[in-house]
């Protein structure tokens, strides 16, 4: 039978304090880090392939100069004093500034609508109802219009909001309008309307995955302690869902400052947004002025999701 000090001089000794790790420990790390590059490796290949090099190309193409027939690969800041014409001078805005601003308001109220519907649905999908099967067909009825095309989608409001459209007819035969109303199809209401209605989903989605990770306990802790279900939601459950939050806001902020086709459609080619500038430009074959063009937008964009990110911290968060 071995004895108590026999049993503890058979114990490897742990390394002391400030003493490096054996060798065969590091070159584990080494090959382990190696192997986490490697399975990244196949990824990294395609983000590089399809998202940095045609952006570095879009970068380059925005300092060459065009001409009506031909574009030519020569250094030039034109393209950039263009975008910014006459914003110097005078105490008007410019065009840039205005189009800037008209699609900043469609981010806002887009931005708003879609957060206030994607986390009421979120929260009364996640905590009020109780049956994963049911959690499961109420989601995936969420996710239904990526069914179909977003130009089906925003074509079935034609019929609905036009002025012999399903709503004039019907509140004309309630009494309730003397004439069909005008602004409820190719108007601002109709842009951000389709909006709401194209990008909610990708607001709900990121609120529903974060607030299905809150733990449970934590809300029964709240209700205990003497909290109203009001503090509850605000001092816990909002807290807690912030990164899908932050996540949601930085998928419809960014979808709609880069939209044109829902621009066009509804607004019935009538209302300027920076997406349907470039989109223009491209048509006439400018193309330096829209990759000029293309580039302020990325970093006004990328302004957006710093200010988010200052907010909230994701990676802590995550």
């Known amino acids: 039978m071995t004895t108590a000090t026999e049993r503890a001089l058979a114990l490897p000794e742990a390394p002391a304090a400030g003493v490096p790790a054996a060798p065969g420990l590091a070159a584990a790390a080494r090959r382990q880090r190696r192997l986490a590059y490697l399975q990244a490796m196949p990824l990294g290949l395609v983000f590089a392939a399809f998202f940095v090099v045609p952006l570095l190309l879009t970068l380059v193409v925005s300092f060459w100069e065009y001409n009506e027939y031909e574009i030519i690969p020569a250094f030039t800041l034109q393209n950039y004093l263009d975008v910014f014409d006459g914003c110097a001078a005078g105490a008007d805005l410019c065009t840039t500034f205005r189009t800037y601003l008209s699609t900043l308001k469609f981010c806002l109220i887009g931005w708003a609508a879609t957060l206030t519907i994607g986390f009421t649905v979120a929260y009364f999908v996640a905590f009020h109802v109780r049956s994963a099967a049911m959690q499961t067909v109420l989601f995936l009825i969420c996710t239904i219009p990526f069914w179909t095309s977003n130009v089906i989608r925003m074509i079935a409001w034609i019929p609905l909001l036009g002025r012999n459209g399903l709503v ?50 934590l809300i029964e802790a709240a209700t205990d302690a003497g909290a109203t279900p009001w503090q509850t939601l605000w001092n816990v459950i909002v807290p807690l869902s912030k990164p899908g939050i932050a996540i949601g806001s930085i998928f419809v902020l960014t979808l709609i400052m880069g939209d044109f086709v829902t621009v066009g459609v509804m607004g019935g080619q009538q209302i300027a947004s920076v997406g349907k500038v470039i989109q223009v430009q491209m048509s006439y074959l400018q193309f330096p002025a829209a990759a000029a063009n293309a580039v302020v937008l990325l970093g006004a964009v990328l302004l957006l999701i710093v200010a988010l990110t200052r907010l909230i911290d994701l990676r802590r968060e995550l």
């Open 168 to 217: 004039n007819d019907a509140l004309m035969s309630l009494g309730l309008i003397r004439r069909p109303l005008d602004g409820l199809l190719y108007s601002d209401f109709s842009v951000v309307l389709a909006f709401i209605h194209l990008d909610t989903v990708f607001m709900i989605v990121p609120i529903f995955n974060s607030m299905m990770r809150i733990d449970r306990s």
